[in-house]
């Protein structure tokens, strides 16, 4: 009887400890769903306390839209306490009856949900390309949860691939908020040799070591074709059928820029070199040489190269490796990425035509490290970058001669920007989506959310964002937070069209954001510039004056950040140094120091304080 017993009690305590999921698999489409069918799970519990849910691919019907995967505790009713957040950090609190916050490409492959005084965090292992992020509140109630899209599997692969894969885990106390999220999923990429901190990579490498005092301007461009209209005939340039290359800034004039950013008191810079190819920005790729000629050829980008060294700046190139054009000299069907039908996968219209994506694996087999090898000979030194590798997903090809999974395809991105890593001493890329974050020394921005939350265009179940992203990767790569903080002395972007190169980046209204320069110090970003202007120089001494208090901390590691109160926070980095950021326009007391309004102190580890200039204008 005893033993019943123990039996009996042993088993209630494994059933309370055991947690279960809905499975949803939806009919239709992401507007409209025509039929859904759900069933209960129980979820797998690991040896470390986790839960795992496991849907096999053989049990995903094949006419399937998505499948939904939505634990009981990633629920929660209006009124309570936490909040939802997504891998960006952009985050809702539980005060709406109704709404949807959906994204359909995350940063980083977690999400959490804090409820009380606990928080749950999701980690997608497998379809890390294939999900959307979902909060969806209906009558006051909330779900977080991922919507694998069976869909996007099926544009290119008649097979799934991989099973669907979710772990979650619990964190409780002082960890379960997003700084806890954070820490766990950083250690994990740190622990599994996913990543390293710049302190460890610095060591033999200068360039980093050197990239992280420096600001970074990007010739925006040197030369370019305009972007052709939607209602142009001529969308498929060939060679010959090209509109004529507009030239923005000739090599030579670049020596004088830089000269003149020098001459202005900029002790560091990295100069990402962007249309210097053959056809300009985007011009005949793939396939970037010969240089440029109508930017001043060969000869002249040598000197300029060898002016940037006589400063003391870094040089690198900017390339384009995922997307093609018929204008290449490269042109060919078979290394374009294919559709499950055999169509050619494209994307937008840019500055050499229609753009076509190009096959990262036929890329590297067949001509990028030869091209590669061919740049590093001109001389450069510094972050090679190459575009988009880290702003959008991985392409996907389902061409059998070369068929890649975006897994697959991302293999094939990491490769090549440690190849660059190899030849130039660095590389580099556009955004934050950290399926190549093992490789990259910096990207411009991290996303856009501040950017629409400033502009009141994130939908209405999020309130803000936190620096999730940032608490995980501060210290391992270098970064501006969001497309809001880029040319943030020149002012609001007035987004008046040059049609050549995408240069809306070039003109501002003169009317600077305070809160965008304070934002850069609170998220541990630095400045960075898209630019051609010579307008622009005191711009960019303006944004090196203010990053050179804080630079010191771009190798640290970011480990907390707190609302100490409305519009005030705290953030806390590895070496002990602390900056409270003030947005409002009173000055606000922080342990006996007035925080200035709409401006920072700094309080460095041996408890001295640094007070900028105010940032109000």
């Not at 999923?185 to 040799?193: F, H, I, S, T, V």
């Not at 990007?218 to 142009?232: L, M």
């Not at 003109?507 to 630019?531: C, M, N, Q, S």
């Amino acid at each position: 009887m005893k033993r019943t017993g123990l039996i009996l009690v042993a088993a209630m305590a494994l059933a309370a400890m055991a947690e279960q999921a809905e499975v949803r698999v939806l009919w239709g489409t992401p507007k409209k769903t025509v039929r859904a069918e759900t069933r209960r799970v129980e979820l797998e519990r690991l040896p470390d306390g986790a839960f795992r849910a496991v849907v096999r691919k053989g049990e995903i019907p094949a006419d399937a839209f998505a499948v939904e995967v939505v634990p009981d505790f990633m629920k929660a009713r209006k009124g309570e306490p936490g909040y939802w957040i997504q891998a960006r950090g952009t985050y809702g609190e539980f005060d709406q009856d109704d709404g949807v916050y959906a994204k359909g490409r995350q940063l980083m492959p977690v999400f959490g949900l804090k409820r009380g005084g606990d928080l749950w965090w999701g980690h997608v292992k497998t379809w890390r390309f294939d999900y959307d992020f979902m909060t969806v509140a209906k009558q006051g109630a909330y779900e977080t949860f991922p919507r694998f899209r069976c869909d996007s599997v099926h544009a290119f692969f008649k097979d799934y691939y991989d099973d669907i894969v979710v772990e979650f885990r619990k964190l409780e106390g002082a960890s379960a908020d997003y700084n806890g999220l954070a820490k766990a999923y950083r250690k994990y990429q740190l622990d599994r040799g996913a990543v390293q901190t710049i302190k460890a990579r610095a060591k033999a490498h200068p360039e980093l070591a050197y990239l992280c005092e420096a600001i970074v301007v990007r010739i925006q461009t040197h030369a370019a074709k305009p972007i052709p209209d939607a209602k142009d005939a001529k969308l498929f340039f060939r060679k010959g059928e090209e509109p004529p290359i507009v030239v923005h800034m000739p090599f030579g004039v670049t020596e004088e820029f830089l000269q003149a950013i020098k001459d202005a008191g900029v002790d560091k810079l990295s100069v990402c070199s962007a249309g210097w190819q053959d056809g300009g920005y985007d011009g005949r790729i793939p396939w970037h040489f010969p240089v440029g000629a109508e930017a001043g050829g060969p000869e002249a980008f040598d000197r300029l190269i060898r002016k940037a060294k006589e400063l003391g700046y870094q040089f690198a190139l900017h390339a384009s490796n995922t997307d093609g054009y018929m204008c290449s000299t490269k042109w060919d069907e078979d290394w374009v990425c294919k559709r499950a039908d055999g169509a050619l996968d494209k994307g937008g219209l840019w500055a050499g035509g229609q753009c076509y994506w190009v096959c990262q694996k036929c890329a590297w087999e067949r001509w990028l490290p030869e091209e590669m090898k061919m740049m590093a000979a001109l001389g450069v030194r510094g972050p090679h970058y190459i575009d988009v590798y880290s702003a959008t997903y991985p392409q996907r090809c389902g061409d059998p001669k070369h068929a890649c999974t975006p897994e697959r395809m991302a293999e094939f991105q990491n490769r090549i920007l440690a190849y660059g890593k190899e030849l130039m001493g660095g590389s580099a890329s556009e955004s934050g989506y950290d399926h190549v974050a093992g490789n990259l020394d910096y990207i411009n921005y991290v996303e856009r959310d501040l950017k629409l939350l400033d502009e009141g265009k994130l939908p209405k179940l999020a309130k803000g964002v936190y620096p999730l992203w940032e608490l995980v990767y501060h210290g391992i790569i270098l970064y501006t937070s969001d497309r809001w903080c880029q040319n943030h002395t020149r002012g609001k972007c007035m987004y008046k069209l040059e049609k050549s190169g995408d240069p809306r980046w070039m003109i501002g209204d003169g009317v600077e954001d305070p809160r965008v320069a304070l934002k850069i110090v609170e998220f541990g970003g630095r400045p960075i510039f898209y630019t051609y202007k010579f307008a622009d120089v005191p711009r960019i001494r303006k944004a090196h004056e203010e990053f050179v208090p804080v630079r010191h901390l771009q190798k640290e590691e970011m480990v907390r950040h707190d609302t100490l109160a409305p519009n005030v926070f705290l953030t806390v980095f590895g070496d002990g140094s602390k900056i409270v950021s003030n947005y409002n326009g009173t000055p606000w007391d922080w342990n006996g120091r007035a925080v200035g309004p709409v401006s920072y102190l700094l309080e460095n580890p041996d408890g001295s304080v640094y007070r900028p200039e105010p940032f109000v204008r």
